[in-house]
C-alpha cells in the first residue's frame, strides 16, 4: 500500500498513513520506542487554567474509559472482501466468520479482524445491496471497566445515550438472572447485556452525531464477540432515533 501525502506543521510527528481500500486513513505510529518519534507528543493535553476543578463526573474511577475496544467501519458494498484482504495482508489482522444482522434497511453484513490477543480489533460492516452508504455510521467502542458507572458519567458530563426499547429488558428478565437493582440499572442506561461460555458483555451507545456515534463496552471472564445478538435492537432504535430528530 503506497504512503499518502501529508502536510505537517514544523513541530508534528513524522505520522505515515496508508489507504485502505474504503479512503480511511490508517497511521503506522511508533509508541515508546528508542530513538522513533512519539505520535503522542501531537495529542498532550493542554494544562488547565490555575484553580480550575475537575468536572463532575471527569475525575478517573470505575467509569474511566481505558482503551479502545474496537472500530466498527462501514465498507461501501463492493470493497467489502477487498477491505477484509487488506487487512489481512497489510495489517496481519485475522479475518473471522461474517455475521448477516437484521437491519431497518436491510441485511447488514458483518465481519471482525483482529489480532490473536483481541489487542486490536475492527469490525468491517456493509449492507447487502449497493444503496447509500451513509445510512449506516461508524463508530468507536471504548473499554471501560464498569459500564453503569461510564453511562452514568457520559450522561453527567453532558452525553446522551441512546435509548433502548423497554421490551428488549423484559426479555432479558425471562432468558437470564441479574443481582437486585442490575436490570433496573440497564434499563435507566439503555445497557444491553450478552452472555456466552466464555463470559459476560455489557454495552451500551450514544446518539449518533452526524455518521459517528461512540459505544461503552464492558466485557467479563474472557469475552471476545460484539453483542451480534443486540445488533438489531441497536440498529432499530438508532433508525426511530432517527427518525424522531429528523436525521
Known sequence: APVLPRRRAPGDAPLEAVAAPDGTELFLCATGRPGLPDWRADFEAAQPPTGTEPRAGTEPGAGAVRRVDHLSLTQPWHQ???AALFHRAVLG???????????????LRSRAVSTDDGAVRIVLTVGAAPVDDTAHAQHIALAVDDVVAAARALRAAGGTLLPIPANYHDDLAARFEFADGELEAYRELGILYDRDAHGEFRHCYTRTVGRVFFELVQRDGGHRGYGAANAPVRLAAQHAARGLTGG
Do not use: K, M, N, T
Not at 485475522?94 to 444482522?101: F, G, H
Open 80 to 82: 467489502f472482501d477487498e
Open 93 to 107: 489482522l485475522r479475518p473471522q466468520e461474517s455475521v448477516d444482522v437484521a437491519d431497518p434497511y436491510g441485511l
